[in-house]
């Protein structure tokens, strides 16, 4: 099949390497996806093999192509997208890794992060974000301190630290780029978002050599080429941004008071909050959501570590389902949760209460109590959780939210997306095309080289497939028990 020139989206996820095709039109033309191995060498600690990551993505790379029925020569340009704040620390010369990828998840360097509290205002207004073991920096340290031999290469400057974006666009130009985006750099804790610059008082104080950092760039522009041996041919690559930076793109929530939320292992809310970079009063996150030429725009965030993973816990962990999408036909078995709240802080609670002692806690079991009664809990955690980020962003922003777009795996999920505008009291609005993660790269790569015309031209291709409005007027005591279930979580990780 001959096709015009199409853009190669590679979306690597936490649990999986993607890759999408798109056509000029916006569609999707194939996808291709493998899982990878998730290694959990002690509670708490969550890593990857780069290795994998990095195979895993050539390999549905390929697969995309092929099902798609080009060459790589009919790719116009390559978009990135990525977990974000999982770093990798590798080798220059041999281009290995030192040690696993350290997952965003992971709470390793939580009681160093918590040693750090006297500086929390000074990173605030620094870098926008809060103190967390989530974010780069402490992961990075934690690498330099506990591998043998690492600190004294660092300093040398032999070893590169990126996330994974950095990582992948190092191996597809065959170690010759070393970068990353505005938009990853504003998710390691040493990066400056208004001056857009790598912080020296940050690296002091994470004791963190300049030398191992990547050349930070716009969000769309020509990086490099794709080595002639990888993909077979030299491919511009153009795009690159946060997942969830890249999805904001993607539901075109260019103006500001625009808001998504994706539904993926964890849930991610951004805001679209202009060119001003406001700290958040409400312990929401400030980051940058994209730089294309010359222009900066910011966001809110609102980070929910486990979204979608808590119903792979009842599949994997509970083996109450075989599949993910029979949670909704088990859920609809019970038409309330029974008085059951599943609070599911398996990594700790992130926005807005950032907690990172909180434990996953489920309250209200009775002997009337049902495997539908758990699946029930699973979905409403899922959106109470996501309802308590947008009463932060109505308060930091001072208005009300009307209407929420939503993308992600578990967006198929009818009866999730109801409840969700239920306890919201808003309009849920789920697109035509829910890979809007995978298409935001395929966005700013292709902008970048004048596939797309303008943001304006892709602005047109968003179209809605479904809207959900609120339709329960008795959520007050889903919510007040809710609240209670919260509560219940942080009291435990006291004991």
């Known amino acids: 099949m001959s096709l015009q020139k199409c853009i190669l989206s590679l979306d690597q996820g936490t649990t999986s390497s993607r890759a999408i095709v798109f056509d000029h039109a916006g569609n999707i033309v194939s996808v291709a996806q493998k899982e990878f191995t998730q290694i959990f060498p002690q509670p708490g600690w969550v890593e990857h093999d780069p290795s994998e990551i990095w195979t895993s993505q050539i390999a549905v790379a390929t697969e995309a192509i092929l099902k798609a029925g080009i060459t790589p020569h009919d790719i116009a340009a390559i978009g990135i997208t990525n977990q974000r704040e999982t770093t990798i620390v590798w080798d220059r010369e041999t281009g290995k890794p030192i040690y696993n990828a350290i997952v965003w998840q992971d709470r390793r360097t939580a009681s160093y992060c918590d040693s750090l509290k006297k500086f929390s205002s000074s990173i605030q207004q620094k870098t926008g974000l809060i103190i967390d073991a989530y974010f780069s920096a402490s992961k990075i340290k934690w690498i330099l301190d506990n591998v043998n031999g690492a600190r004294q290469k660092a300093v040398e400057g032999k070893l590169a630290f990126g996330t994974v974006d950095s990582w992948l666009v190092w191996n597809l130009t065959a170690g010759s780029v070393h970068i990353t985006d505005v938009t990853n750099a504003s998710r390691t804790m040493l990066f400056n978002i208004h001056s857009l610059e790598w912080d020296g008082d940050l690296l002091e104080l994470f004791d963190i050599p300049h030398s191992v950092l990547p050349q930070v760039k716009s969000s769309s522009e020509v990086y490099g080429q794709t080595a002639g041996k990888i ?90 389902i075989h599949t993910s999408n029979e949670i909704e036909s088990l859920a609809e078995k019970v038409n309330d949760n029974g008085g059951v709240y599943m609070v599911p802080a398996f990594a700790g609670l992130g926005a807005p209460h950032w907690n990172q002692y909180a434990k996953g806690t489920i309250v209200g079991i009775t002997r009337g109590t049902t495997s539908a009664h758990f699946a029930r809990a699973a979905l409403e955690s ?114």
């Open 231 to 320: 993909l077979a041919s030299q491919i511009p690559i153009a795009g690159i941004a946060g997942d969830q930076q890249s999805a904001l793109f993607g539901q075109m929530c260019i103006h500001p008071g625009m808001v998504k939320n994706t539904y993926g292992t964890g849930c991610f809310m951004l805001m679209n909050i202009g060119d001003n970079p406001t700290v958040s009063k409400n312990n929401l996150v400030t980051t940058v959501a994209w730089k294309v030429g010359n222009k900066v725009q910011y966001a809110l965030e609102g980070s929910i570590f486990i979204g979608g993973a808590v119903v792979q816990w009842l599949r994997d962990g509970l083996k109450i």
């Open 382 to 495: 899922i959106a109470l959780q996501t309802m308590e980020v947008l009463k932060a962003m109505e308060a930091d922003s001072g208005s009300s939210i009307k209407e929420l777009r939503v993308d992600g795996g578990a967006t198929v999920d009818d009866l999730l997306m109801q409840i969700q505008a239920d306890v919201l009291g808003a309009i849920v609005v789920r697109p035509q095309i829910t890979e809007t993660t995978a298409m935001g790269a395929a966005y700013l790569a292709g902008l970048a080289v004048g596939y797309w015309n303008s943001i304006e031209e892709i602005e047109q291709q968003w179209k809605v497939s479904r809207s959900f409005k609120p339709a329960n007027k008795n959520v007050d005591e889903i919510i007040n028990g809710w609240y209670k279930a919260i509560k219940a979580a942080k009291y435990w990780a006291e004991l």
